[in-house]
């Protein structure tokens, strides 16, 4: 069996970067995944707080996407790490979903996302699944602690 996620109100919605699941990290306190991820994109200059304060991921989403800030020039390099580091943490910092990522055994997880080919599979299945990757990664690593 695969396990499919996309949006926060499925079965899986807390493997979503969007699932309101904060936690700390860089010392500082983070809403969802979904804005630590944003925000370090502009590391180093003040768009990191203000990603950081927006009332919501969609928000913190769409200013991460504007390409009036001044991505760092590494971002490619760095992002998947970044990822891991916050879905990591996320797991790490709520005991309750950790038990759901440990309820999918050794199944595939994939994020469904029509719009998305490099974190999730894509309108038909050929995207990266990055996200689904790291999750999967992030598994493994908290049965291993």
Known sequence: ????????????????????????????????????FQAQKFVGTLHVEQIRLVKNPKEAARMGRERSRPLRQDWEQVKDDIMRKAVLRKFETHADIKEILFSTGNEEIIENSPIDFYWGCGSDGSGKNMLGIILMEVREILRSI
């Open 1 to 36: 069996m695969t396990i499919y996620f996309y949006t926060v109100r499925e079965q899986y919605g807390c493997f979503s970067n969007f699932s309101p699941h904060g936690f700390e990290l860089d010392e500082l306190y983070w809403p969802t995944s979904e804005h630590y």
